[in-house]
């Protein structure tokens, strides 16, 4: 056995910490779990609105899905009483009005592919929003979204909007008429006329409003110009000139819907029925 004898044993001490240095690691240690406590609140406080998102979400869906299937019921039961070979024509007409009524293109999908392109029209034109056009495919889903923007375009005087649109001939009416509006308001330096084509523009404003150029005492060019003027226009967005309209349909060239029965006055032509009937 080891015999250490007289040897003494001396204790090792680190450095000797000074008040101001223990108070600095404490001040770390306190704020270390002040972030954790932070980050852990802060996770919670993420779980709850995430839970409360997700909750609000589905019992929106599930109102949305009762009124969808109230309405479903209650359009079956009209159809019920329809004619057999007019079932279809009513089932279309029903679900129309009631997608107009609730402005939701969803609903035009009920309608059937014949009607749905005037459906999706309608409810874009009256909510304004071009966006809902995506409701549609290709060649229709352009005519809609250049019509909203036509109405936009003309209502605001905007030719940035009138530049969204694709079809040429509909960008070249909304371009036209957004000048002609302004250079009817007084503003030529932004309606892109000369003062005397500005001029006459004002003086033929009443007439081409007016929806006749046979009404006016008017010259001979400026009859030209005012049918120009017409043939060249859009007013309600419906796809038929203003001129077509007051000249061989005898529809309302202001209202997209002449005969208020849910269905746009182009496609109701274009489709073979009578849009005032």
Request: include cysteine.
């Amino acid at each position: 056995m080891a015999d250490f004898g007289n040897q003494q044993f001396y204790e090792v001490k680190g450095p000797e910490q000074t008040p101001e240095k223990k108070s600095r690691l404490d001040r770390r240690l306190i704020l270390r779990w002040v972030f954790l406590i932070a980050v852990i609140v802060l996770l919670i406080v993420a779980i709850i609105v995430t839970r409360n998102f997700i909750s609000n979400f589905r019992t929106d869906r599930q109102a949305e899905q009762s009124i969808f299937d109230n309405t479903a019921s209650e359009i079956e039961r009209k159809v019920q009483d329809c004619d057999e070979d007019k079932k279809d024509y009513c089932t279309s007409k029903y679900w129309t009005q009631a997608a107009l009524d609730a402005k939701n293109v969803e609903y035009c999908k009920m309608v059937g592919d014949e009607w749905l392109a005037s459906c999706v029209d309608q409810i874009a034109l009256d909510v304004g929003d071009a966006e809902l056009c995506s409701a549609l495919k290709d060649q229709e889903k352009t005519d809609c979204a250049d019509a909203v923007l036509l109405q936009n375009g003309v209502a605001t005087s905007s030719f940035s909007l009138c530049e969204g649109i694709i079809e040429s001939g509909v960008n070249n009416s909304c371009v036209n008429q957004v000048a002609k509006d302004l250079a009817e308001e007084g503003n030529c330096p932004a309606s892109g006329f000369g003062a005397d084509q500005c001029a006459a523009q004002i003086k033929l404003s009443k007439v081409i409003n007016e929806g006749t150029c046979l009404k006016f005492q008017i010259s001979s060019i400026e009859y030209e110009s005012c049918i120009d003027a017409l043939a060249d226009r859009d007013s309600d967005g419906d796809g038929l000139s203003d001129l077509d309209e007051i000249q061989i349909y005898k529809t309302d060239h202001n209202d997209a819907d002449s005969d208020n029965d849910g269905y746009n006055d182009g496609v109701e032509i274009n489709s073979g029925f009578d849009p005032l009937n």
